[in-house]
């Protein structure tokens, strides 16, 4: 079982930069490969960024490569999501998940998900 809780989500004029946290419970942290997906109102979720276990590899969706950096601190059980040049089009509820699938892009793959974290991008 792992719970994860999110942090970092705010208010933020496009152009600016939000960090998101997501800390794990749960001592097999280092062997889940982490997700960040995001949910606009009207949308359907969709993938943001995805980071293997132990870590060395990353995955994005094009609407946000070159923009968003993802990390993970296994010590700390912690992944982020580094969110720089924010646009209004990334205002949506963002969540952290975890899958036994290394490199999974698809949230059907992810069995566990956090609460989500709202960000808000004004123009």
């Known amino acids: 079982q792992v719970q994860l809780v999110e942090s970092g989500g705010g208010l933020v004029q496009a152009g600016g930069s939000l960090r998101l946290s997501c800390a794990a419970s749960?001592?097999?942290?280092?062997?889940?490969?982490m997700g960040w997906f995001r949910q606009a109102p009207g949308k359907e979720r969709e993938f943001v960024s995805g980071?293997?276990?132990?870590?060395?590899?990353?995955h994005y969706a094009d609407s946000v490569k070159g923009r968003f950096t993802i990390s993970r601190d296994n010590a700390r059980n912690t992944v982020y999501l580094q969110m720089n040049s924010l646009e209004p089009e990334d205002t949506a509820v963002y969540y952290c998940a975890a899958s036994r699938q290394s490199d999974a892009t698809s949230g059907g793959y992810y069995s566990y998900w956090g609460q989500g974290t709202q960000v808000t991008v004004s123009s």
């Open positions: 980071i293997s276990w132990p870590g060395g590899r990353t």
């Open positions: 749960g001592r097999t942290f280092s062997t889940y490969a």
